[in-house]
């Protein structure tokens, strides 16, 4: 974590100017405002941070155009409209890469059928199995375990202990961190007197180009037809993704949300957190739902959707929902009222 | 994925007649009515589907005696009452299974003192530890972890990547997916001063014969005493079941389910996605609970159980939720008003 | 699981007395009151066990005073004021550890520039990146990854497959269970023009000393500056916590929560199950959570708090939750009964 540019190749980066006294400055990091030293470049993600603007020791500060003013005068201003944006690509600047060398680790178990480019490098301990293609400059992390007939697209990066079960296929710079499982069988069962009888999971998981699946999130493969992540998803941890489950380019989703099988979520849609949808639904583009939500009927309209509640102390939750149980009874009750103040009338 | 099959001996293996006419026809798959081609066979899963068995390219149809005269005159009929469960019993002719041979592979490490019948196949990169003891025709995938004094009965296949701690039962022809974690600590400390003394979970887990288990699903050690999942209970992926939880026979529990401690679940449950059931409840055979339901108290009726909210559209969300807090207050109003009314009288 | 003690040794581990009478008796194990045998001990853990103690067959029970004269003669007994306490201590006795000698098994595979203590014992399949630091006794378990420039502290315990990315550090004394993940990137993207631009996550994950963390919970690394769980912290199985987040020291969290981004929580906080808070809050020291509660403002009071819903049948339930979807109208409905009540007067 020690790379350094000098400011005239950040601004250059982000395609900006910077006035010509200190486009040498030496540049280490990226930093919040509050924090950043004189080494560092900062951002202003927020109006309500502007205060910070002038006390910043920031080597440099992207704001946009209404702000630069604000500046003080040691540090240097790089002019952007959308700060937030630019920050997101100078952390490509300093990101760390554990060093990986093309070619497959003495201790890696590989399947003679295997077709590995050679600029892949598969790690330590890793196993792939028979028939699967692994792409041009793909880095396959210690103890993946890489099943049988699958495929992983050039440039795509498998952290450790990565798991696609047979037949799963990648895309292109697919990110996937540990603990990711792809094509695990899809919950299907038939009662037949008292017992469930298995319904083997004959579909697939197909993952598209660009897409990032965060920590032990698990995507199961289709029952029958295939599970399918469009290009450039984004799925954060521990989310649960049913089989048969289509989900439309760039949607993102948060951390721990469930999707039930058969569900068809739409492109460019945001889905917070801890929420619940079940399946068989359809859920239209643009759809932003918020955190905790349950989702038990097709979202038809593009929207923002929430059914949380709220927090409160124990005793006044207590009290509260001790009447969500009578709430019908209480609208009857309403009701009885209004009508009987009707019939006085 | 290229196996096939005469149309006669599917017909065979569900127990169902069909016309000399149609019996050699070469079936390689299944399919849904809609994408059924000429070599699949499908099935009607729920009458509003009976449309489409007028249309359907499907080389043949299982359906129930009522809608068997709707089926096109190309395509043939397999009467049978439960199609679904026919369609369960038929995916099992198609399912992949990736090769296995019997016997360890070579870069395991096995302890000495474990016993492995010679029919079951040890994969690459699998640990086993002392005292292990694996029956016949089991298969351990890429990468388990099988802890010291477990045990693995006859026919149960473990995906990549499973671990089980040390001294975990699991019984015959259970089927383990990968990520799953059988056997870690339970939740449990002791407050001492601010401090947390832990509380060694001197308990195992025991999980009886035709038990599935989804990917990345955790089920804990007893405390005291084991937990025990019970012969025939399917979990889907990402539930975690905690310490000296009982789950009785049959009982299916969709994903991202959380059990809390010495809780039990009797025979028969349906329990749905993201629930929440608090720990020390008894739950009786024969509850089906929603998805997101929390379940705080014991449930002593077999029925239908739910607590989920509806979604709505952030606007109309945000004026009712805000009432949640004031519904007790609500609530003492109209009771003011119906006992103001009363004295009106 | 074969250990044994003499009362004597269990009483003076606890600080308690003991009646010469009874202090050779030989114990091998702790047990509930209703199950114990006359080699065990119990204790009572709450008054309404009470009962119990007349018939117990325990070799031993701990109780508090007051409760000490109910127990029959044939069972010693060991006053303590705390016995859950007395418990939690009593089980370090008894736990099983698999046995493990000091040293690097031959499959592992450590980078050259990794500094590990000789009293470590780093297990079978595991892979140690470069410029990793492990302490003294740590045991690294089978097939973890340690990844490159990571730190674990002496005397930590990382069971089967663990996953640390690089540059993570983990304190002493520190237990981590099968499938954690520590170091994944947070979920952090800027929208350009309809694509997701990744931000590089630039900090790192600090676990402190005492901490343990359950089955497949992630933390997440940070954006700029590090995720830092504090001293003493226990988190169950499952949990996500997402990048920058502060854990104060002492603080204990159940399975399935998740914590969204860049939110504090205070010291010596509780917080049960499925519990889901959202990014950027503030929740104080002393804070306890009740199960599937949604957090989605900063708590700056100590207390309890709560939001979830009861369960119902669900014929009951769809009665209620339809008026949730009214309970602004039915609100203001009562405001308008009561001012026509008003202005009638």
New interface residues.
């Given amino acids: 974590?020690s790379k350094s540019y000098c400011l005239a190749e950040i601004a250059d980066l982000i395609g900006c100017e910077v006035d010509s006294r200190w486009q040498d400055r030496r540049i280490t990091?990226?930093?919040?405002l509050e924090?950043a030293n004189m080494e560092q470049v900062s951002f202003i993600s927020h109006s309500k941070y502007k205060k910070y603007l002038a006390t910043t020791k920031a080597a440099a500060v992207i704001t946009p155009a209404e702000t630069a003013r604000c500046v003080n005068a040691d540090t240097a201003v790089l002019i952007y409209p959308?700060p937030?944006?630019a920050?997101?690509?100078l952390?490509?600047l300093?990101?760390?890469r554990?060093?990986s060398i093309a070619g497959i680790?003495p201790?890696a178990?590989i399947d003679k059928s295997a077709k590995i480019a050679h600029s892949a490098s598969i790690?330590?301990?890793v196993?792939v199995?028979?028939g699967v293609v692994i792409g041009e400059n793909v880095i396959v992390?210690?103890?993946c375990?890489i099943?049988?007939h699958s495929t992983i697209g050039d440039d795509s990066y498998c952290?450790?202990?990565v798991?696609l079960?047979?037949?799963t296929q990648v895309g292109k710079r697919a990110?996937l961190?540990?603990?990711v499982?792809l094509g695990?069988?899809g919950?299907?069962?038939?009662?037949?007197k008292?017992?469930?009888?298995?319904?083997?999971?004959?579909g697939c998981v197909l993952i598209g180009d660009?897409v990032?699946i965060?920590?032990?999130t698990?995507v199961?493969r289709g029952?029958?037809?295939d599970t399918i992540i469009h290009n450039?998803v984004?799925l954060?941890?521990?989310i649960?993704i049913?089989h048969n489950v289509k989900i439309g380019q760039?949607t993102?989703i948060?951390?721990?949300t469930?999707v039930?099988g058969s569900t068809t979520i739409g492109r460019?849609c945001r889905i917070a957190?801890?929420v619940?949808i079940?399946g068989h639904l359809e859920i239209t583009d643009g759809v932003v739902?918020?955190?905790?939500?349950?989702?038990?009927?097709s979202?038809l309209e593009p929207?923002?959707?929430?059914?949380?509640?709220?927090?409160?102390?124990?005793e006044?939750?207590?009290?509260?929902?001790?009447?969500?149980?009578?709430?019908?009874e209480?609208?009857k009750?309403?009701n009885q009222?209004?009508k009987?103040?009707q019939s006085d009338e």
């Fill in positions: 974590m990091g990226l930093a919040p924090t959308d937030y944006l920050y997101a690509k952390t490509h300093f990101a760390y554990t060093p680790h201790s178990v790690g330590a301990q196993v199995e028979e992390g210690p103890g375990v099943g049988a952290y450790a202990r798991t079960y047979h037949h990110i961190h540990s603990g499982v695990a069988d919950f299907g069962f038939a009662p037949e008292g017992q469930w009888v298995k319904i083997e999971q004959l660009d990032e965060g920590a032990n698990t199961d029952a029958l037809g450039g984004k954060d941890n521990q649960q049913g760039g993102a948060a951390g721990c469930a039930a460019h957190g801890l619940g079940a739902i918020l955190g905790m939500s349950g989702v038990s009927k979202i929207g923002i959707y929430a059914s949380g509640i709220p927090l409160e102390s124990r006044s939750w207590a009290r509260n929902v001790i009447q969500f149980k009578h709430l019908n209480l609208a009750r309403v009222l209004e009987r103040e």
